[in-house]
């Protein structure tokens, strides 16, 4: 069985600094792991996607996540934190890389950016 | 445009009801779910349909049917069965030509 862990429920930073979410799944298959973005009352929105290849994704907004087998993790990062930014994240893991395959999500990270 | 619609947007529901929540996509997926969102507990899966006629329960099947009669919909009902109802509700779908999961805007049920 897959499961996630996003280590901080609540993170706080201040407008122009460096966010980091963290991010480990433990997986029996090679993963493919996601994070997405929700605003208030709102959908999920796709940041990145690690399937194969290049181990560190570029997303949108400036996202970027870098994928570290040894480590199992897949942190969440951005140089420069945005207000526009604040929102819940969540980072999520799949065992296959086909369309059909259910998604496991962690508990999710409320991010607060400062003025 | 192409995407996934949820109604109602909210709804309220009196103590022994059961109520449906649509959900309709037009991206031609044939894959579709249902999540639940409670506040700190992250999104938990209650059912999904792979294809039509066919669906599976998830971890929280408890209380919820659905149907999945036609490709572009997956209405999910909320039996008075399920003791803890009020949450955020999402729909989701993915085709088989890549494993993003889209997301509708997601419905409100309280319980009055």
């Known amino acids: 069985a897959q499961s996630v862990t996003q280590l901080g429920s609540h993170v706080s930073v201040s407008e122009g600094a460096l966010v980091l979410l963290r991010c480990n799944h433990s997986?029996?298959?090679?993963?493919?792991l996601f994070w997405y973005v929700q605003y208030p009352n709102q959908g999920l929105q796709l940041l990145l996607k690690?399937?194969?290849?290049?181990?560190l994704v570029k997303g949108i907004n400036g996202f970027e996540a870098e994928f570290k087998k040894s480590e199992t993790s897949f942190h969440l990062t951005k140089p420069s934190a945005h207000m526009s930014d604040a929102a819940e994240y969540f980072c999520?893991?799949?065992?296959?890389?086909?369309?059909?395959?259910?998604?496991?999500f962690g508990t999710g990270t409320r991010l607060t950016i400062i003025p | 445009d192409g995407g996934i619609t949820q109604s109602p947007k909210y709804l309220f529901r009196k103590e022994g009801q059961n109520v449906t929540l649509s959900c309709e996509q037009n991206?031609?997926?044939?894959?579709m779910y249902w999540y639940r969102q409670d506040p700190g507990q992250g999104l938990r899966l209650i059912y999904y349909s792979q294809i039509v006629n066919d669906f599976q329960k998830g971890d929280i099947a408890e209380g919820y049917s659905v149907s999945r009669e036609k490709k572009e919909s997956f209405p999910l009902t909320v039996t008075s069965a399920q003791k803890n109802p009020t949450a955020f509700y999402l729909c989701?779908?993915?085709?088989?030509?890549?494993?993003?999961?889209?997301f509708g805007e997601g419905s409100w049920l309280t319980v009055v």
């Open positions: 991206l031609n997926h044939d894959a």
């Open positions: 690690y399937t194969t290849g290049a181990t």
């Open positions: 999520a893991v799949s065992g296959s890389n086909f369309g059909n395959e259910k998604l496991t």
């Open positions: 989701a779908s993915t085709g088989y030509t890549g494993n993003t999961i889209y």
């Open positions: 997986s029996s298959v090679p993963p493919y």
